[in-house]
């Protein structure tokens, strides 16, 4: 079971909430239309603002079967060792985005994950939050 929020209630924690702060921050700053690694580099800064340990781009790795895949995927931001980030810059967020975030969280084994759409009229309407079970 994973609990997507999006559109309706957002599924938050003491963590989340601050990075849901700071990329409002950022996008009442410079608001929408710019690349992502604009809104990824204004996060860095906010992040540190408000004294999160935070890693950009990080390395995920898959073992399958016997095989080790060093370098599957890139995540955006680890925030606090518990919350993966992934920035999206598009007209209309899809599922395949929510499976996309579902599969990193698992691959970082991680349980908490937040989608940050950056091209929104409003950042509150270009957040989804994702939670895995335990």
């Given at each position: 079971?994973?609990a997507i929020?999006?559109?309706?209630?957002?599924?938050?924690?003491?963590?989340?909430?601050?990075?849901?702060?700071?990329?409002?921050?950022?996008?009442?700053?410079?608001?929408?239309?710019?690349?992502?690694?604009?809104?990824?580099?204004?996060?860095?800064v906010e992040?540190?603002?408000?004294?999160?340990?935070?890693?950009?781009?990080?390395?995920?790795?898959?073992?399958?079967?016997?095989?080790?895949?060093?370098?599957?995927?890139?995540?955006?931001?680890?925030?606090?060792?518990?919350?993966?980030?992934?920035?999206?810059?598009?007209?209309?967020?899809?599922?395949?985005?929510?499976?996309?975030?579902?599969?990193?969280?698992?691959?970082?084994?991680?349980?908490?994950?937040?989608?940050?759409?950056?091209?929104?009229?409003?950042?509150?309407?270009?957040?989804?939050?994702?939670?895995?079970?335990?």
């Open positions: 079971m994973v929020a999006g559109g309706m209630a957002l599924v938050t924690t003491p963590e989340t909430s601050i990075i849901i702060g700071c990329a409002m921050r950022v996008h009442t700053a410079i608001g929408p239309g710019l690349l992502e690694s604009v809104y990824a580099e204004c996060l860095c992040f540190s603002k408000a004294g999160l340990h935070f890693a950009r781009q990080v390395v995920l790795k898959l073992d399958y079967g016997d095989v080790h895949i060093p370098r599957v995927y890139i995540a955006d931001f680890i925030v606090e060792n518990s919350v993966l980030v992934e920035l999206k810059c598009v007209d209309h967020m899809l599922p395949v985005h929510n499976a996309q975030v579902v599969t990193y969280l698992k691959l970082a084994k991680l349980q908490k994950g937040l989608i940050l759409n950056f091209r929104v009229a409003r950042m509150k309407d270009g957040i989804k939050s994702i939670i895995l079970p335990q």
